[in-house]
Antibody, heavy 118, light 110 residues
Framework: QVQLVESGGGVVQTGKSLRLSCVVS????????FHWVRQAPGKGLEWVAH????????DYADSVKGRFITSRDNSNNTLFLEMSSLTKEDTAVYYC???????????WGQGTLVSVSS | QSALTQPPSASGSPGQSVTISCTGT?????????VSWYQQESGKAPKLLIY???KRPSGVPDRFSGSKSANTASLTVSGLQAEDEADYYC??????????FGGGTKLTVL
């Protein structure tokens, strides 16, 4: 049974940086691509980033391109999302999600809340 | 990439059927058969309901079904049950490894 557990969220000031982690268990990490999806308070889901199974390819939503970087450590079954130049619009619950046999997300973590304030 | 368009709310009585629409463009729903649907209960993480427009992962009841016509995808929930009350999101793959979600539909079981 795959399990994803995000951490690293918290309150951060505008313009600062924060790194989120997602520890994955129950599977071999290198076999899968993963995504980050966020949800602002009371709002809908927004796709944020994708990382290929080996980390060789990353893709980002326009809203975070140039500010967010996703990476992975397959040996430690951990994904990362480095967020910089944060604005209040980045306030959201951030989920990591597995991409399995096709372009959709079959397993999700419980999310970690990032609050950006001045 | 603009979000897919969903109605903000839908409702039905127990036992009835409800259909939620999801409208995109020729660059997403109209181009790829990679529409998926997610159910999000209050305070919980989303759960995959439908993938590849109309396929169900194991464990998802066959009361949930998906379809697509041109640039619009649809999720139908048949035989509504109280436990179906949740938010529902569609998403589509867009070219060059990006994805777009719909704004979400809150389903109320009356």
């Amino acid at each position: 049974q795959v399990q994803l557990v995000e951490s690293g969220g918290g309150v951060v000031q505008t313009g600062k940086s924060l790194r989120l982690s997602c520890v994955v268990s129950g599977i071999t990490l290198r076999g899968y691509a993963f995504h980050w999806v966020r949800q602002a308070p009371g709002k809908g889901l927004e796709w944020v980033a994708h990382i290929s199974h080996d980390g060789g390819r990353t893709d980002y939503a326009d809203s975070v391109k140039g500010r967010f970087i996703t990476s992975r450590d397959n040996s430690n079954n951990t994904l990362f999302l480095e967020m910089s130049s944060l604005t209040k619009e980045d306030t959201a619950v951030y989920y990591c999600a597995r991409q399995n046999w096709g372009p959709y997300f079959d397993s999700w973590g419980q999310g970690t809340l990032v609050s950006v304030s001045s | 990439q603009s979000a897919l368009t969903q109605p903000p709310s839908a409702s039905g009585s127990p036992g009835q059927s409800v259909t939620i629409s999801c409208t995109g463009t020729n660059d997403d729903i109209g181009r790829f058969n990679y529409v998926s649907w997610y159910q999000q209960e209050s305070g919980k993480a989303p759960k995959l309901l439908i993938y590849d427009v109309s396929k169900r992962p194991s464990g998802v009841p066959d009361r949930f079904s998906g379809s697509k016509s041109a640039n619009t995808a649809s999720l139908t929930v048949s035989g509504l049950q109280a436990e179906d009350e949740a938010d529902y999101y569609c998403t589509s793959y867009v070219a060059t490894n990006s994805w777009v979600f719909g704004g979400g539909t809150k389903l109320t079981v009356l």
